[in-house]
């Protein structure tokens, strides 16, 4: 009866469903009603509320959840992530595109050039949105950037966050509390993209034309270290 009533996408059925504990939610019923919360933020706070369902199952959900709701999602995704093998993201060689990007205050060319080298091409981050800042720091740990890269980021992307202190630190933190599968994995679950194939590395052939070619080709990377806190790490 639960997947009959998911299936007929209607924003008072599926509210129901959700205020419901004693209305198992769980396989495709779940996923119907996760993928239309991504739009609706009524649905997504009840479902976000419940204790009977795995946290991994709500990582679409992960920037309307709370705190502690967002630290058991990250826990389930990484859980899941162990389970298979899965190569490194392995793009360390876009750290100077995205570096040089942010460092002249292009946010547009900065946020393509990170779509493709996860393999999400087009994709809409508006990562220096304020509720929106975590998928960021995801984002680039899921880049397998370095972490002097990814503060630089944080300091020069977007003047609003690199005026608050608290919020450098928080991202900094968020990159370094997961590995970059687990990264990478919830960033698709956020952005309902799976990432294609893992582009080719520089030393491999790429058609000078072939959708695979590189888009952009920036200048070095500024120097990184002249500008970034002492580690980022606080003193007290």
């Known amino acids: 009866m639960v997947d009959d009533l998911s299936l007929r996408d209607e924003p008072d059925v599926d509210l129901a469903l959700a205020r419901n504990l004693s209305a198992p939610l769980a396989g495709a019923a779940l996923e119907r009603l996760v993928e239309r919360a991504r739009r609706r933020p009524e649905l997504a706070a009840l479902l976000l509320a419940r204790d009977d369902l795995p946290a991994v199952d709500l990582a679409p959900l992960y920037l309307q959840a709370d705190r502690t709701r967002r630290a058991a999602i990250r826990d389930g995704v990484a859980a899941r992530a162990a389970l298979r093998p899965q190569a490194r993201a392995g793009m360390r060689a876009a750290g100077a595109a995205l570096t040089a990007f942010a460092g002249r205050g292009e946010p547009e060319r900065f946020e393509a050039a990170l779509g493709e080298a996860l393999g999400m091409p087009g994709v809409s981050f508006r990562a220096t949105e304020p509720e929106r800042r975590d998928l960021l720091a995801l984002a680039l740990r899921a880049a397998d950037l370095a972490e002097e890269e990814a503060v630089f980021i944080f300091l020069r992307l977007d003047p609003s966050i690199a005026r608050s202190v608290e919020a450098v630190f928080g991202l900094t933190e968020l990159f370094r509390a997961m590995d970059?599968?687990?990264?990478?994995?919830?960033?698709a679950s956020i952005l309902g993209s799976e990432p294609g194939m893992r582009s080719a590395a520089p030393e491999q052939h790429r058609p000078?034309?072939?959708p695979s070619s590189p888009?952009?080709?920036p200048a070095a990377a500024p120097a990184l270290r002249q500008t970034l806190p002492e580690?980022?790490?606080k003193t007290r």
């Open 180 to 187: 970059a599968a687990t990264a990478r994995d919830l960033v």
């Open 208 to 210: 000078a034309h072939g």
């Open 215 to 217: 888009r952009i080709r």
């Open 231 to 233: 580690r980022t790490r």
